[in-house]
């Protein structure tokens, strides 16, 4: 049995724990700051897509954040690390509601909601943003990984200091 047959036979109760922690690993990755691993959630050829609602419900595509493969992923990273200037801060994730919506040809539809929590040095800490995940992933390299993630935020207003990924 390969891996994709594997996850497709799993019974709900455990395909919600390795979803729990694949969403568990993602954000522990983000909030720790270890963004050179990010990109190893995803398979080569993916989508990364941070969206306002209003933009996705209108299907209008512009994006403030758009990676179109691993690659992308990666050079974002580098650009956080090297290039970019911005306050220190601490970012903290949480992810709710958590519901697979289907397989279909080998892909699982996921949605999840979720909240980044922002903390500058010498203020408190505020919601930074809030919206839904709507993810596809596929079975690779032993793993669920993400073919597609969308990140549709709640708010009309774009973030202005919106560095790491969500």
């Known amino acids: 049995m390969n891996t994709a047959e594997r996850y497709l ?3 709900s109760r455990d395909l919600r724990l390795e979803l729990e922690e694949l969403y568990a690993a993602y954000t522990a990755c983000l909030d720790e700051e270890r963004f050179e691993e990010w990109p190893e959630f995803f398979v080569e050829q993916c989508l990364y897509k941070i969206v ?7 299907g209008l595509p512009l994006a403030t954040w758009l990676c179109e493969s691993k690659g992308y992923l990666a050079d974002r990273v580098t650009a ?4 970019a200037v911005y306050a220190p801060r601490t ?11 289907r397989w ?3 892909v ?6 979720y909240v980044a929590l922002e ?6 800490t505020r919601v930074f943003n809030t919206g839904q995940y709507r993810d596809k992933l596929v079975a690779d390299g032993g793993r669920l990984k993400f073919k597609e993630k969308l990140c549709i935020f709640d708010s009309l207003l774009v973030p ?6 969500l």
């Open 9 to 11: 036979t799993l019974n």
């Open 52 to 58: 306002p609602r209003e933009n996705f419900e209108r």
């Open 80 to 83: 956080i690390r090297k290039t």
């Open 91 to 101: 970012m903290r994730r949480m992810v709710s509601g958590l519901r697979v919506l």
């Open 104 to 106: 279909k040809e080998g």
């Open 108 to 113: 699982l539809e996921v949605r999840a909601n």
């Open 119 to 124: 903390t500058l040095q010498d203020e408190f």
């Open 160 to 165: 202005n200091s919106l560095i790491y990924p």
